[in-house]
């Protein structure tokens, strides 16, 4: 597959993590995304595509594209034979400024394009993307089309600084720690966070702990599990795969046996850090 991402100009840099443009043949036509600290907009711009936000909720198809707050559960992804889009990896808090509802709406919930910014502007931005001479260029209409809709929002420093603590803790700082620091109430902060991200900063650190550990892991060799729990913070090796079946719906040995799956039959594949094979 072809992946070409960059860091957006200031001021989006500091919402955003990467823009991207990914197009071809996925490795497996349904792949999992387990929850991460991250919110995910998608501009789809070959056939149609298929999510699954959770085993109790039917499959649903997204042609415009779809938008992502920060997910609680893991999403399952269908793809198409080929597939093409350009897209944006946010920071937790990066869709408020763009939302016209509070995050916490959206939820577990990927909505289309159309349902957020409306049909026409889905279809104009659409459009110019698909006229576009090259990827790059493509990056550029995106960005451009962000930087239009830039808003202020109330708020965002606040939650913007928190969750900065959060991540640079791995989520291990007490959350009532993270609310004296602010300054603010933890009620206060709780609200503040499900209207700008969808979730609590209890859940945020709990997802920033989960992902840090994973993301430790090395797949090829041995893994400690009491050690790598013990490291990670995690009360005992019961916690840890508590966690881990409830963000991957996966025991922690099943979980790498998937991962030695993928880097077997894909070595090098840019998607191969993340994303679980579903089949």
Same mark, same amino acid.
């Given at each position: 597959m072809e992946y070409v991402s960059r860091t957006p100009r200031s001021p989006l840099d500091g919402l955003i993590d990467d823009l991207y443009y990914l197009e071809g043949a996925p490795p497996y036509a349904r792949l999992t995304l387990p929850p991460? *600290?991250?919110?995910?907009? @998608?501009?789809? +711009?070959?056939?149609p595509f298929r999510i699954r936000a959770g085993t109790e909720i039917e499959t649903a198809e997204y042609t415009d594209g779809c938008v992502i707050t920060m997910p609680t559960r893991a999403y399952e992804f269908g793809y198409p034979p080929r597939t093409r889009s350009v897209g944006v990896h946010f920071k937790p808090w990066g869709l408020a400024p763009f939302l016209p509802m509070p995050a916490t709406d959206l939820c577990d919930r990927p909505v289309t394009i159309e349902?957020?910014?409306?049909? *026409?502007?889905?279809?104009? +931005?659409r459009d110019? +993307?698909?006229?576009?001479?090259?990827p790059h260029q493509m990056l550029t209409l995106l960005e451009d089309e962000l930087m239009r809709r830039l808003s202020e929002t109330a708020g965002l420093g606040l939650v913007r600084h928190t969750?900065? @603590? @959060?991540?640079?803790?791995?989520?291990?700082? *007490? @959350?009532?720690?993270?609310?004296?620091?602010?300054?603010?109430?933890s009620t206060h902060l709780a609200q503040r966070f499900k209207a700008l991200i969808g979730v609590t900063p209890k859940r945020l650190a709990r997802t920033h702990r989960f992902t840090a550990t994973v993301f430790a892991l090395d797949p090829t060799g041995p893994i400690d599990w009491s050690d790598l729990a013990g490291r990670a913070g995690y009360f005992d090796q019961a916690h840890f795969g508590h966690e881990f079946r409830a963000f991957t719906? +996966?025991? *922690?040995?099943?979980?790498?046996?998937?991962?030695r799956r993928f880097l077997r039959e894909h070595p090098g594949h840019t998607l191969n850090n993340w994303p679980l094979p579903t089949d």
């Open positions: 991460a *600290p991250a919110a995910l907009f @998608i501009v789809n +711009l070959g056939a349902q957020v910014w409306g049909r *026409p502007a889905s279809t104009e +931005l110019r +993307l698909a006229t576009a001479n090259n969750s900065d @603590i @959060i991540a640079a803790t791995r989520g291990t700082m *007490p @959350i009532g720690d993270l609310s004296t620091a602010a300054g603010v109430s719906g +996966l025991a *922690p040995t099943q979980y790498v046996e998937v991962r």
